[in-house]
């Protein structure tokens, strides 16, 4: 600790580096800001509805933020959130909590989504049942082996356990759909934080499997054909196949509101459902909601 | 006129005096009050579900499965694997640095390993992921390279920095007589290092090596990235190999969106309530080896 002033050099040149201040800033009066919280799977694509409205309306200002679907909606109960989006139905004891509060959520359907199951692109597995996925997410198969590929080990990756995604894959994927079945992940499972954190695994790991939405899936995985039974037909999860019902694993996708909107966020939910706000949807590898609903 | 002045001076020192006092009553005030604000906001967690069921060995919270086990076991295997590295690492540094390295290296040396210590452990957390874990499943022949030991050497890295420079401060205190005794009687310089200087040190090496260990054992976002995070019970032998889920991370991962005063947000509490027990404890064991040392130097000034 002699030389204090060595050791502190680093760090003020750190500091010299920071970027000037952007110009400007409020350059317009305080215009109408939404707050759009919730759901990672929805955050790339309220992004995309966010700034093409915002072009579209200037006056209106929405902030996007990611960090699962239960934070959106904690943040509707607490009442820091206009819209929360979400990949899974709002919680019963959630919505008690939130008449607690005084507060009534709406639901709104504003997108379909698949979720893909991924594997490395070096794994010779290009198909898998539902049941034979849902015996490796719970630990019953083990080996790659046992389902038509090489001798090696299953590395099993999901999301948190705040994810709607993962909520949704056991209830639909690892329990079958069935209500009364109790069959959790295996505790083998690695819980990872992000999205990012998958496909990053995926991408480099021959063992390992995980799922995701059909929009964060990238080319340098691999998406496995999923048949609901072991007759087949064993389906790619694409817009058509989730549209037609073919793909086994799909779900819609969901904003919250408190109360029934007005105003400017009812104009902003009505534009989502618009063939506008669909295409965009489409652009993004979701599934666009039928417009003639 | 004397005696005003002096009676102004007085005055100046017992109100710093006094200034001092209350601010280090204030900071014991701090930890007793953060103490009683995890014990409000976690204690409910033991009377809402048995203590039985806190032990248990799965961990998953949406079905009201709440065994932290599989969480303290990961905490403390992680954080054994990064002493079993830092801490001989550190202590070898440390001796090289203040005893064996030539003075203008040791001038480059010090300050360079503190400036380790202030690399945000995000983007370690991110260089394990891209750079370490890789190497532990390809050369270890590992299922993933998200495992114990990657979180482990990302720990040991981190804690290095704390242990060398608190080590080699006590190392360089050891008066330079109980050297030049050492030398004139004839032992080598290896041995003087070994039986004379450090065991003079000993209380102030041990004391890095508990603040070495508290910083891993608390270090939250680095371990959430490399660990795999999966709560499974690191009991088999080949637990290093494989993830592990830390009691840090899981607080950090699932305190975001857990619905205030619900069972699973006390748990959480209850969890960061054992996580401050357990450095308290290693903080206090180091508090205590520098009191010992202090009171072994009283008696061999008198």
């Not at chain 2, 599989?70 to 440390?94: E, I, R, Y």
Request: glycine share 10%.
């Amino acid at each position: 600790m002699r030389r204090p002033f060595l050791a502190l050099l680093p760090l003020l040149l750190l500091v010299a580096c920071r970027p000037p201040e952007p110009g400007g800033g409020a350059d317009q009066p305080l215009a109408t800001a939404i707050q759009n919280v919730g759901s990672d799977t929805i955050v790339n694509l309220a992004l995309a509805w966010a700034e093409t409205y915002q072009t579209l309306h200037p006056e209106v200002r929405i902030a996007v933020t990611g960090g699962g679907s239960g934070t959106g909606i904690a943040g509707l109960i607490n009442g820091t959130v206009d819209i929360a989006n979400a990949s899974r139905k709002i919680k019963p004891e959630e919505r008690e909590s939130a008449e607690a509060n005084g507060i009534t959520p709406v639901e709104h359907v504003i997108a379909r989504d698949a979720i893909a199951v991924v594997v490395h692109p070096s794994n010779p597995v290009d198909r898998l049942t539902l049941r034979q996925i849902s015996d490796i997410f719970s630990g019953r198969i083990t080996n790659w082996s046992e389902v038509g590929g090489e001798d090696r080990p299953i590395v099993l990756l999901s999301r948190e356990s705040n994810s709607g995604t993962h909520v949704y894959f056991l209830e639909q994927v690892v329990r079958l759909g069935d209500s009364d079945n109790t069959t959790l992940f295996s505790p083998e499972t690695l819980l990872m934080p992000s999205s990012e954190g998958i496909s990053a695994e995926v991408r480099q790991n021959p063992n390992a499997i995980g799922y995701d939405g059909l929009g964060y899936v990238t080319p340098d995985q691999k998406t496995i054909a999923v048949a609901r039974g072991p007759g087949g037909p064993f389906v790619l999860p694409t817009v058509e196949s989730v549209n037609d019902g073919t793909y086994p694993i799909s779900r819609d996708l969901y904003m919250y509101t408190a109360g029934e909107p007005a105003g400017v966020i009812a104009d902003y939910l009505a534009w989502i459902r618009s063939p506008e706000g669909q295409r965009i949807v489409g652009e993004l590898g979701f599934v666009p909601l039928r417009i003639d609903q | 006129m004397r005696e005003r002045g002096r009676g102004k001076e007085r005055a100046v020192e017992s109100f710093t005096e006094r200034l001092i006092r209350a601010t280090g009553i204030l900071v014991i005030l701090f930890l007793v009050l953060i103490f009683l604000f995890l014990i409000q906001e976690g204690g409910a967690a033991f009377l809402e579900i048995p203590p039985g069921e806190l032990l248990q060995t799965r961990w998953y919270p949406n079905e009201a499965r709440f065994g932290i086990l599989p969480l303290v076991l990961g905490s403390l295997l992680v954080t054994a694997g990064a002493a079993m590295v830092s801490l001989p690492l550190g202590l070898l540094t440390a001796v090289f640095v203040a005893e064996v390295a030539p003075r203008w290296m040791r001038e480059v040396l010090k300050p360079f390993i503190e400036v380790l210590a202030g690399i945000p452990s995000v983007v370690l957390g991110f260089l394990g992921m891209v750079a370490i874990s890789p190497l532990v499943r390809e050369f270890l022949d590992a299922p993933t390279g998200l495992t114990a030991l990657t979180g482990s050497v990302m720990l040991a890295y981190m804690a290095l920095p704390t242990i060398v420079s608190v080590a080699e401060d006590a190392l360089d205190a050891v008066p330079r007589s109980y050297r030049d005794a050492a030398l004139a009687l004839g032992a080598t310089r290896w041995q003087t290092i070994w039986r004379v200087t450090v065991p003079a040190a000993r209380s102030g090496i041990l004391t890095a090596m508990m603040l070495g260990i508290g910083r891993a054992i608390g270090e939250t976002m680095a371990v959430m990235m490399v660990t795999g995070n999966a709560a499974r019970m690191p009991l088999t032998a080949d637990s290093f190999l494989r993830p592990v889920r830390t009691m840090t991370a899981t607080i950090a991962a699932e305190m975001g969106e857990v619905a205030r005063g619900s069972t699973h947000y006390h748990v959480l509490f209850a969890i960061g309530l054992v996580l401050f027990l357990v450095t308290f404890l290693i903080n206090l064991i180091a508090a205590w080896s520098i009191f010992r040392q202090r009171r072994r130097h009283g008696r061999l000034l008198s």
